[in-house]
C-alpha cells in the first residue's frame, strides 16, 4: 500500500522568511497530492493540493511542487507569517481513489 | 463549519464500557473515513468507506467496529479499550470520482480518553 514520509518533523523560521516541506510517496499510481494545515486544537484543513499531469501549483504565497519520476511533493511558504505556524500534513491518494494517506506531520513555528 | 459532524466533542470512558462515535456529512459525498490522531501516530488512517461498502481496515484491532448504514452516517463502536486508545479520532468524507482523488473534509473530532 501507499507510505508517505515527510520532512522535516518540526520547523521554525524567522517572520518574513522561506520555509519548505518535502514529502515521498511509494505507490506511483498515486494521482492526487493535497496539502493540509491543522492549527492548535483544530481539524485539518486544505489550502493547496496538485494533480500529477500538473508540475507546480501556486496560490499567493503558497505553492507546491512535484516530480513524479523521483515521486516526490514539496510545499513552499513564502514571506512567512506567525498565523503559519501551525502542523503541515502531505498526503497522498491512489488510483483507486478516496484512500488519503498521510504524512507525519510537519510543526512550523513562524517566530516575529 | 465544514459540513462534517462529529458527537461527542469529549468522551471519557472505563476500560469495560461501550460507547459509539457518530460521524455525520451533509456534502452529498460518497466516501467516508475514520481517522486516529495521536502523538505518536499522527492521521492514522482506520477505515474507509466507498458507497457504504467497507473498503480498507488498516489492521484495526477488533475493539474498534466501524458501521456505515447509508452515505451520510458513519459510526465507531467502541468497546473493552485500552489506555492506548486514548487519542483524536476524527471523520472524513470526500466524494470519489472514478479513481481521482478529491479533497477531503474533517470534522471537528472527538477527544476520546480511555481510563
Known amino acids: 500500500g501507499e507510505n508517505v514520509e515527510q520532512h522535516p518533523s518540526t520547523l521554525s523560521v524567522q517572520e518574513g522568511d522561506s520555509a519548505v516541506i518535502k514529502c515521498t510517496y511509494s505507490?506511483?499510481?498515486?494521482?492526487?497530492f493535497p496539502w493540509y494545515k491543522q492549527e492548535l486544537g483544530k481539524r485539518p484543513q486544505l489550502i493547496i493540493d496538485?494533480?500529477?499531469?500538473?508540475g507546480e501549483k501556486k496560490d499567493q504565497r503558497i505553492a507546491v511542487t512535484l516530480n513524479k519520476t523521483a515521486k516526490h511533493f514539496s510545499l513552499h511558504i513564502t514571506e512567512t507569517q506567525p498565523e503559519d505556524s501551525a502542523v503541515y500534513f502531505c498526503a497522498a491518494v491512489g488510483n483507486q481513489g478516496g484512500k488519503l494517506i498521510f504524512g507525519q506531520g510537519t510543526e512550523l513555528s513562524v517566530k516575529p | 463549519e465544514t459540513g462534517v459532524t462529529q458527537t461527542p466533542r469529549h468522551l471519557v470512558m472505563g476500560m469495560t464500557n461501550k460507547k459509539s462515535l457518530k460521524c455525520e456529512q451533509h456534502l452529498g459525498h460518497n466516501a467516508m473515513y475514520w481517522y486516529k490522531q495521536s502523538a505518536k501516530k499522527p492521521l492514522e488512517l482506520m477505515f474507509v468507506y466507498n458507497f457504504k461498502e467497507q473498503t480498507e481496515n488498516n489492521s484495526v484491532p477488533s475493539r474498534f467496529s466501524p458501521e456505515c448504514p447509508n452515505s451520510s452516517h458513519l459510526f465507531l463502536h467502541l468497546h473493552t479499550l485500552q489506555p492506548e486508545d486514548s487519542a483524536l479520532y476524527l471523520c472524513?468524507?470526500?466524494?470519489?470520482?472514478?479513481?481521482?482523488?478529491?479533497?477531503?473534509?474533517f470534522g471537528q473530532g472527538t477527544r476520546l480518553t480511555v481510563v
Open positions: 472524513a468524507s470526500s466524494q470519489s470520482r472514478g479513481g481521482r482523488g478529491t479533497e477531503a473534509f
Open positions: 496538485i494533480r500529477s499531469n500538473v
Open positions: 505507490d506511483s499510481a498515486s494521482n492526487y
